[in-house]
């Protein structure tokens, strides 16, 4: 992280920064032992999820550089 963050590459600038899920692991898993007091999320939030046009018209964000 602390050798991409602020770094310029192909005139975009990269913010590095740790990331966490909103989802909760056994749901991702498909596991169905949910606790009622589970804080994370046990269905898609049709926010985050991107198809495959999302991600064509998007493609410069997941460039792969080399």
Same mark, same amino acid.
């Given at each position: /992280?602390?050798?991409?963050?602020? $770094? %310029?590459?192909?005139?975009?600038?990269?913010?590095?920064?740790?990331?966490?899920?909103?989802?909760?692991?056994?749901?991702? !898993?498909?596991?169905?032992? +949910?606790?009622?007091?589970?804080? +994370? +999320?046990?269905? %898609?939030?049709? !926010?985050?999820? /991107?198809?495959?046009?999302?991600?064509? $018209?998007?493609?410069?964000?997941?460039?792969? %550089? $080399?």
């Amino acid at each position: /992280m602390l050798a991409l963050n602020d $770094k %310029i590459i192909l005139n975009i600038k990269i913010k590095a920064s740790y990331g966490t899920t909103k989802y909760c692991k056994n749901f991702i !898993e498909n596991k169905f032992s +949910y606790t009622k007091d589970c804080v +994370y +999320y046990h269905k %898609i939030d049709k !926010e985050n999820k /991107m198809n495959k046009d999302d991600i064509i $018209k998007n493609k410069k964000l997941f460039i792969s %550089i $080399k």
